[in-house]
Each structure stands twice: as C-alpha cells, then as structure tokens.
C-alpha cells in the first residue's frame, strides 16, 4: 500500500521556474543592451579612457614636433627655471608654425591659454598619464576636451605663448605620471630606435 505524498513532496516548482526564466531573460537583455550601448559612437570618450587605463605606460615616443629629431633635443628636464622651480619638461625648438603632434593615443582633457604654459594642450595617455604641450602659437582647428586622438594626430603650431613670450618659438612638452613630472627625453630618444 502506498502512503499520499506529503505537502513538501507534492510541491510545484513552476511558478519559481517560470520567475528564474524571466530574470535570466532580463538579464540576458540588459547585458546585450549594455554591449550594444557600449560600442556606439557616443561611448568612444568613456570607452577609450577605460582602455587608457588599462594600458602600459609608453616605452618610446615619437618627437612631437613634425620635422625634429631627438638627437636634437637637448636635455634640459630639471634645470632650475627662477627661484624654487625647475624645468619639467624638455624644450623642442623649431620655427613658428611647426605642426605639433600627439605623441600618443589619448583624450584632450584641456585646451586652454594662461599661465606660464600660455596656450596649452593637455592630453591624458595610456596609463592615464598626463602629456603636457606649451607654448603653442595657436592650437589646431575644432582642438577641444573630450577629442581622441591618436599618435601623429595634430595639436597645434609652434610658438612662444606664456612665460615663453620673446624666446625662440619652441614647444615644451612634459609628461606626469603617478609621481609626477618625468623626463621625456629617454622615451623621445627610443622611439628613434623603435622606428629602426
């Protein structure tokens, strides 16, 4: 003889099988909404600092002034500049004019005139560094925060902008990591081997 199931036996899993499939679909549809999302033109500026980010710091750099080779560069990073200040950066000579260029892949966090940099570009890199050019004449055409740029991607024009003002027309261009200012030159200096 057998006994009737219990109430614990005679359970009905359907109403929370049909709740798990549900929360599955959802899930599956929003994840699929958040990679469609993810890959139109209006995520390109969160999307490229979340791959700066995960980048390693450059280990040779292209000079950013078109033209100009680094063994022309003369390295001048920390040579005291007045009372309490050194140099944080190196000053790449050439005529006013000059296309300065991107040295990396990055996104313009600042285009701005003031200060001893005058007209300026600011543009965080991989590693989020931070890639500092100066002393700009002008700045290249529609140039705002927010434009990515890539490597070789114009910037502006040499010139004597700032504390620069009546010096030969020259851009000065720094690099700020965690620690802050480091000398570029070494970076400038192998991107002439790399390219060999």
Not at 13 to 24: G, V
Not at 93 to 106: E, K, N, P, Y
Not at 121 to 127: F, K, R, Y
Not at 163 to 190: E, F, K, Q, V
């Amino acid at each position: 003889m057998t006994t009737p199931p219990t109430e614990a036996q005679a359970r009905d899993y359907a109403p929370a099988a049909r709740r798990l499939i549900k929360t599955l679909v959802l899930l599956a549809a929003l994840a699929a909404f958040a990679y469609w999302s993810w890959q139109q033109p209006f995520m390109a500026k969160p999307r490229a600092l979340w791959e700066l980010s995960r980048m390693p710091p450059p280990s040779a750099l292209p000079v950013p002034v078109r033209g100009v080779v680094a063994s022309r560069i003369a390295d001048t990073f920390g040579a005291p500049r007045g009372t309490g200040r050194t140099h944080a950066g190196v000053d790449i000579f050439a005529r006013r004019g000059t296309l300065i260029l991107s040295t990396t892949r990055g996104v313009v966090i600042s285009v701005r005139d003031g200060g001893l940099g005058g007209k300026q570009v600011w543009v965080l890199g991989p590693a989020r560094e931070r890639h500092y050019y100066a002393h700009l004449d002008d700045w290249a055409q529609g140039l705002a925060a927010g434009k990515i740029v890539l490597p070789g991607d114009a910037l502006g024009i040499v010139g004597d902008s700032g504390n620069a003002r009546g010096t030969p027309p020259h851009l000065h261009y720094g690099i700020y990591g965690s620690d802050g200012a480091y000398d570029p030159l070494p970076l400038l200096r192998a991107g002439v081997t790399a390219k060999d």
